[in-house]
């Protein structure tokens, strides 16, 4: 058997061939899955494979993703994959955020490393070697940002048109600028992102472009790399927590995925428990999981935050995020917008850095620490989606104390880092810094 397209309705089930053009299935409107077969052979080999390819100079072997083709094998012909050598991020410690969160250690596993500054590189190299195996010119996807910049890049360098729809005004403007810069024809609209994604799904049905969100299953099967190559960093011991931040809720369906895979497959003896972090004024998944009748999401229709990458009312992938929080044991919670700020300012002060959604993780992290959830002593592993230069506006405006809530309330910043100005005279510049 190999690689098929499955309806992830444990009710439904039904198969499709991996080459059909689809998004949800066709019998009952569920989210699709892509399945395989368990790799053949001892894990320890696959393992040592794997760690081998580090070494390689073989372009397929260098990309953080593709190294690891074995667990998503999805295609049978790698010669047109383009790869931007995604992956390869790196697995950092912050002591002093790990005291801030109260906790003995923390380790962040850093995807503002790629290429285009986010993890969406890893799903858009299999999002797009998709793409062209299907023939498809063209392809498109709505986004706060991140995901049109990755798949902007990804989309020009093999060659296919990259269309892109942003919610006007709302975001961030690295990402914009990236956009430009890859050659993507960028679409602005006034409506937000759930709406414009509702509209999207019907313009590429219609003009037959190839859709690039995270519904995408392929996308999906790259972003589960992430969790292979942070096991594979940790020699396969997996930590206690994996925190992450929740919007679409693509990623916490690809961390999900991987890590039942990895435990199933032999190749880790335990999970992880998830912790999939909202921002308050967006946080529909933290509600659904809070709430006696989990059959449903309740949209919000308003979704507010400043972390612009998750500001998210309506997540298309809730089912697969829910099964994968409850498979792990794991939990939701949501943080302030003044949280998520001073997260930030602390992850900058390890010199490490991010983007507002990412340091979603460790407000997160700290407030499960202080409600007893997560303890001390836990291993915990937060993955910051974004690179700190994505949101350039938003770091000069907490530092300089003019950062505002949405709600417009003042957001104080408690660890700001006021620019000064001097004159031009050595006194006046050696009175800054001796006092
Ligand atoms: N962090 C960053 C930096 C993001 O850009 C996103 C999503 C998320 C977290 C949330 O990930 O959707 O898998 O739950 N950005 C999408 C975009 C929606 O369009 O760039 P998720």
């Known amino acids: ?24 299935c066709p ?45 998503f094998a999805f295609l049978d012909d790698y010669s047109r994959v383009v790869s931007l050598r995604e992956g390869n991020t790196p697995l950092l410690n912050g002591p002093r955020a790990a005291e801030y969160a109260g906790l003995d250690g923390i380790t962040f596993k850093h995807q503002g490393f790629k290429p285009t500054g986010s993890f969406k590189d890893n799903g858009m190299t ?22 049109s910049a990755s798949m902007a890049a990804y989309a020009s ?71 292979l190559e942070m096991m594979d960093q940790r020699d396969w011991t997996p930590p206690d927590w994996v925190v992450l931040p929740g ?35 967006s946080a529909p998944f933290y509600d659904l999981m809070h709430s006696t009748d989990r059959s449903r999401l309740t949209p919000v229709t308003k979704p507010e935050t400043l972390a612009t990458a998750i500001r998210i009312g309506d997540p298309i992938s809730w089912p697969k995020a829910m099964h994968e929080v409850d498979c792990s044991h794991g939990v939701v919670e949501k943080v302030s917008e003044a949280e998520i700020a001073d997260a930030k300012a602390v992850i900058g002060k390890c010199g490490i850095g991010c983007e507002p959604a990412s340091a979603a993780t460790l407000a997160g ?33 907490y530092h300089t104390g003019k950062l505002q809530a949405p709600s417009g309330s003042e957001i ?24």
């Open 247 to 281: 919007g679409n809720l693509g990623n916490a369906s690809a961390f999900g995925k991987a890590l039942r895979e990895m435990r199933d497959w032999g190749l880790i003896n335990r999970l992880p428990r998830l912790a999939v972090i909202q921002a308050e004024g």
């Open 27 to 71: 019998h009952c409107g569920g989210l699709l899955e892509a399945v395989y077969p368990p790799p053949q052979g001892p894990p320890a080999e696959w393992k040592s494979l794997w760690r081998e390819r580090r070494t390689s100079n073989a372009p397929l072997d260098q990309s953080g993703v593709w190294r690891y083709r074995e667990f």
């Open 157 to 227: 360098a093999a060659g296919l048109q990259p269309i892109i729809f942003l919610p006007a005004g709302n975001i961030a403007f690295g990402k914009l600028a990236q956009a430009l810069d890859y050659g993507a024809l960028t679409l602005q609209v006034e409506a937000n992102f759930d709406q414009i994604l509702a509209m999207v799904r019907e313009v590429a049905e219609q003009a037959g472009i190839y859709l690039l969100n995270s519904i995408n299953p392929f996308r999906i099967e790259g972003q589960k790399t992430i969790m």
């Open 365 to 397: 992290a700290r407030k499960l620490v202080s409600s007893g959830v997560i303890r001390k002593d836990e291993a915990v592993v937060a993955v910051l989606t974004g690179n700190v230069l994505k949101d350039q506006d938003y770091i000069h405006r």
């Open 126 to 147: 299999c999002g797009v070697a998709q793409a062209l195996r299907l023939g498809m010119t063209r392809v498109a996807c709505v986004s706060t940002g991140n995901t």
């Open 412 to 435: 104080p910043g408690r660890f700001g880092n006021q620019p000064m100005f001097v004159p031009y005279l050595l006194d006046a510049i050696l009175s800054k810094i001796t006092t």
């Open 1 to 24: 058997m190999s690689a098929e397209l499955a309806c992830f309705e444990e009710g439904c089930r039904a198969r499709f061939p991996i080459t059909e053009v689809l998004y949800n």
